[in-house]
Structures are given as C-alpha cells and as structure tokens.
C-alpha cells in the first residue's frame, strides 16, 4: 500500500514560481512511476509531468521547460519546480503512482489528495 501526501501549493503571482513535494509512504514506491496530474475547474484532470524509477522524465507540452519533475529515492519523494507559472496553470495538482501513469489518470495506482495551485495576473 502507498500514500502519498502532496504539500508546497499556494498563491502565486503570473512568472512566479512554486514547488510541489510529494511524500510517500511504502517501500513499494521506489519501483514506480510517479507523476502529477492536475485538474481545474469544469475541465478534466489532465496529464503534467512523470519521472520513472530510472529517472526517465516526461512533460505535457504545456509545461515543457518551465516544469522540472524529480525524486529523491532515499527520501521518498517526488517534487515538481513550476516556473513562468501563468494564470491558467491554476488547478488542483495531483500526486499520482504507477507503473503506467495515463493522460487522463489511466494506470495510476494511488492518487495523493491533491494541493491548489491559484496563479493570480
């Protein structure tokens, strides 16, 4: 079994920047795929970034570098750097486990309970 504990959301002002740390219990985690989603208003919860347990990385074209997605395997846990963040960046993000982490949420295994994320212009 795995929980995952997201924390690091808040307001931010359009160009700023956030970090997003998600704690995890269960050893069984280090041999996931772990990711973030996020999920706006009246839209669907949709696909961020990914990173492997070789540390294999992936980003939804929205975010492709201005988001940083990295795990520190002694500690646990997964982090996601937003930079450049612009107001319709503002959603729920999601902490999400796998082996398989789909578009739409497909594959995950344990969802975190989520964190908000409001980008003020």
Do not use: H
Not at 14 to 43: D, E, H, N
């Amino acid at each position: 079994q795995v929980q995952l504990v997201e924390s690091g959301g808040g307001l931010v002002q359009a160009g700023g920047s956030l970090r997003l740390s998600c704690a995890a219990s269960g050893r069984i985690f280090s041999s996931y795929t772990a990711g973030w989603y996020r999920q706006a208003p009246g839209k669907q919860r949709e696909f961020v970034a990914r990173i492997t347990r070789d540390m294999n990385t992936k980003y939804a074209d929205s975010v492709k570098g201005r988001f940083a997605i990295s795990r520190d395997s002694a500690r646990n846990t997964v982090y996601l750097q937003m930079s450049s963040l612009k107001p319709q960046a503002t959603a729920v993000y999601y902490c999400a486990a796998g082996f398989l982490l789909g578009t739409y949420g497909t594959g995950v295994q344990y969802w975190g309970q989520g964190t908000q994320v409001t980008v003020a212009s």
